[in-house]
């Protein structure tokens, strides 16, 4: 077993929307990133690379490579799983927080954990995903930006 975690967190700059789990969520802002800026996806695959020992999102993903400008989180987290497979690793287990105080989330997050549960192959119940807010304190509270962190359990797999 490895157990591993992430963290991230985006500014906010003009926009119609925000990308959380893979899902697009109507908001008058959006998030200023080289990606989609999708937190929780990159907490839980900067998560999923430290478990295995592959370093961070940024290693593998550099916003100073074109290539990824823009790119949807989703497609990060599924080379992630990849690689993890071809190091004999599977994820069994995530839990994550988004720390937001707007847009509210809770109607969003079955939606989600359907998508992360689908990107990494694993059962639904294995993936929980919250929502919280930082009581108007700091930058969150502020609305400034969201923050996401992520645990995830590895195993590895039987030949």
Same mark, same amino acid.
């Given at each position: 077993?490895?157990?591993?975690?992430?963290?991230?967190v985006h500014?906010?700059?003009?926009?119609?929307?925000? $990308? *959380?789990? +893979?899902?697009?969520? %109507?908001?008058?802002?959006?998030?200023? /990133?080289?990606?989609?800026?999708?937190?929780? *996806?990159?907490? @839980? $695959?900067?998560?999923?690379?430290?478990?295995?020992?592959? +370093? =961070?999102?940024?290693?593998?993903? %550099?916003?100073?490579? /074109? /290539?990824? /400008? !823009?790119?949807?989180?989703?497609?990060?987290?599924?080379?992630?799983?990849?690689? *993890?497979?071809?190091?004999? #690793?599977?994820? @069994?287990? &995530?839990?994550?927080? &988004?720390?937001?105080?707007?847009?509210?989330?809770?109607?969003?997050? =079955?939606?989600?954990?359907q998508r992360?549960?689908? !990107?990494?192959?694993? %059962? *639904? =119940?294995?993936?929980?995903?919250?929502?919280?807010?930082?009581?108007? #304190?700091?930058?969150?509270?502020?609305?400034?930006?969201?923050?996401?962190?992520?645990?995830? #359990?590895?195993?590895? $797999?039987?030949?």
């Amino acid at each position: 077993m490895r157990i591993g975690n992430g963290f991230d967190v985006h500014a906010f700059e003009a926009g119609d929307h925000v $990308t *959380l789990g +893979g899902v697009r969520i %109507p908001f008058d802002k959006g998030f200023r /990133a080289h990606s989609d800026g999708d937190v929780l *996806l990159h907490a @839980i $695959t900067d998560a999923l690379l430290g478990a295995a020992g592959l +370093g =961070d999102i940024g290693r593998h993903f %550099p916003d100073t490579d /074109a /290539a990824y /400008a !823009d790119i949807d989180s989703r497609v990060l987290l599924r080379d992630v799983v990849v690689r *993890l497979s071809d190091k004999g #690793l599977s994820c @069994i287990s &995530v839990d994550a927080t &988004v720390i937001a105080e707007r847009p509210k989330l809770g109607i969003h997050i =079955d939606n989600m954990v359907q998508r992360i549960a689908a !990107d990494l192959g694993m %059962p *639904l =119940d294995r993936v929980n995903v919250k929502a919280t807010t930082s009581e108007t #304190l700091g930058f969150c509270g502020r609305e400034e930006g969201i923050a996401a962190m992520a645990s995830v #359990l590895l195993e590895e $797999t039987q030949d």
